[in-house]
Structure formats: structure tokens, C-alpha cells
């Protein structure tokens, strides 16, 4: 789980699943991973570009 700021995060997890809230962790969005690995940690430098890792090297970058 990383959060930006006070109401902006991401959580991932198991078979790729990431969601975003907005609201502080009062809603949560499914988002697109793209795989079904499992993600071990996620992290955020701004609204829009981060990284996620999971087994045997996945790095998967997004900046949306």
C-alpha cells in the first residue's frame, strides 16, 4: 500500500489485482496491471507515474 498524499493511494496484491482511491481509502477503483502475477510492493512519486514489482523481476512502470 502507498499513499501520496492524504486522500490519494494505491494498494496491490495478489493475481496483479492494484486499486486506487481519492477519497482517503473510503472508495477503492480497480486499476489495469496488465499481468496476474502477484505484486509484492507499489510506489508513486505523483498522481499518475509509478512502479509496481512482483516475481522474478517484474517491474511494471506506468504514467497513468
Do not use: C, R
Request: hydrophobic share 35%.
Amino acid at each position: 500500500m502507498f499513499f501520496i498524499s492524504e486522500t490519494t493511494g494505491w494498494v496491490a496484491g495478489n493475481e496483479g489485482v492494484i486499486f486506487k482511491t481519492t477519497d482517503g481509502g473510503t472508495n477503492w477503483e480497480p486499476q489495469n496491471s496488465d499481468t496476474t502475477a502477484g505484486l509484492y510492493s507499489i510506489h508513486f512519486i505523483d498522481n499518475n507515474t509509478g512502479w509496481m514489482v512482483g516475481p522474478s523481476g517484474l517491474i511494471i512502470y506506468t504514467t497513468n
